[in-house]
């Protein structure tokens, strides 16, 4: 079945529609990840995004039921050179096309995707469409250039739990699957889903946390009534700007507790703060992003997934920046100079990438040891 990508600026990419068919807009952008796939389809801070794999096949380990971030995919799309149709892996359950049938997910094979990553680093991420069901490009360029801008958009809403939960899965061990830790938890950790994915939380279990985990809109006071040891703000999708309610909710709860963000939990910490985020060009996405750590001067390999980055200067009064990307120089980390309070762009939880940035979960509990005894 003939499929079409079309960008906003009139870009138009020739392919073939696998998993469902359909038409479908969204952001159009790449992850430079080899592998990880099944991750990054189930991260739900791709909702909104149509995502392009820049490794040429896709699909080759196939699909298994314990490598998900979420309970199922939020990407928009999927775009990649070459579908694997015969995956091969002792863990694999399906392939990769049967799952995106099995869960509404439209992909696009067969297009040059070279091109479109060169396009989008030239010209920067923008709305596109994808659709096997209108084959004229003209057509598709004016839905494209129609399509809601991620730009100002609460893409939160779309993802969070809708009542609390508990957590107490931990990491994955060869042989055992995912396991509980044998030792009673020292810390009580009450965790903000802006779209949490699941290896932060197993991250968390394994520093000894007993988790809770809370819709995006939950009121500080709230949470402060169930006197946790600290407070975790998760990674998420899009705009950080228009996620007010989660600003104020953040301003409460410093020096109340604890505070540790990633990723979109980042952001929300430096808007609190009184700091500012802007759009980057195309985002940075992929399992090998360096970044400098300012009190050591050592470099860690990085997992990312984001297209807004916070203004340094803006931050400057209230923290300190602890974590610099070595690519283009943004904010990759942020600590408070005076409260309890730290965060970084990146994701040390990896899942898909590197473990360079676990020592960050113990930097965590130390900081809740710190605060018992105080």
Request: proline letters at 6%; one cysteine or more; a negative charge.
């Amino acid at each position: 079945m003939k499929a079409i990508l079309a960008l906003a600026d009139g870009r138009v990419f020739h392919g073939r529609a696998f998993g469902a068919g359909g038409e479908i807009t969204g952001e159009v952008v790449f992850n430079t990840s080899m592998t990880g796939y099944q991750e990054i389809l189930t991260d739900p801070s791709y909702c909104g995004e149509i995502v392009t794999m820049t490794y040429p096949q896709i699909g080759n380990y196939g699909i298994n039921v314990e490598d998900v971030e979420s309970a199922r995919p939020f990407l928009s799309a999927f775009v990649v050179k070459e579908v694997c149709e015969f995956p091969s892996n002792w863990r694999s359950k399906m392939s990769l096309d049967a799952y995106l049938r099995e869960n509404g997910v439209i992909g696009i094979q067969g297009i040059d995707t070279r091109a479109l990553v060169r396009h989008i680093r030239d010209k920067g991420a923008q709305t596109g469409i994808v659709s096997s069901i209108d084959l004229d490009p003209e057509s598709l360029v004016e839905k494209a250039r129609r399509a809601p801008s991620i730009v100002g958009r609460d893409l939160v809403r779309e993802v969070t739990c809708q009542t609390s939960y508990p957590w107490s899965e931990g990491p994955w061990q060869l042989g055992k699957g995912y396991t509980s830790p044998d030792q009673a938890p020292r810390y009580k950790v009450v965790a903000y889903d802006f779209g949490i994915k699941r290896n932060i939380l197993r991250k968390l279990v394994a520093s000894g946390c007993d988790v809770t985990v809370v819709p995006a809109e939950t009121p500080a006071e709230e949470v402060l009534a169930m006197n946790p040891d600290g407070v975790f703000l998760s990674n998420g999708p899009g705009d950080p700007a228009p996620i007010v309610y989660a600003q104020e909710n953040i301003r409460k709860l410093l020096g109340k507790t604890p505070i540790f963000g990633i990723c979109l939990g980042h952001q929300l910490l430096s808007l609190a703060l009184g700091g500012k985020t802007y759009k980057l060009k195309f985002g940075h996405r992929g399992g090998n992003q360096p970044v400098l750590r300012g009190e050591d001067q050592r470099v860690e390999i990085t997992s990312q997934n984001h297209g807004f980055a916070v203004d340094a200067a803006s931050i400057h009064d209230a923290a300190i920046q602890t974590h610099t990307n070595l690519n283009d120089n943004t904010v990759e980390g942020i600590e408070h100079k005076l409260l309890p309070a730290f965060s970084v762009q990146y994701h040390p939880e990896a899942s898909p990438g590197p473990h360079d940035a676990a020592y960050l979960f113990e930097k965590f509990t130390r900081m809740m040891d710190k605060a018992k005894k105080q």
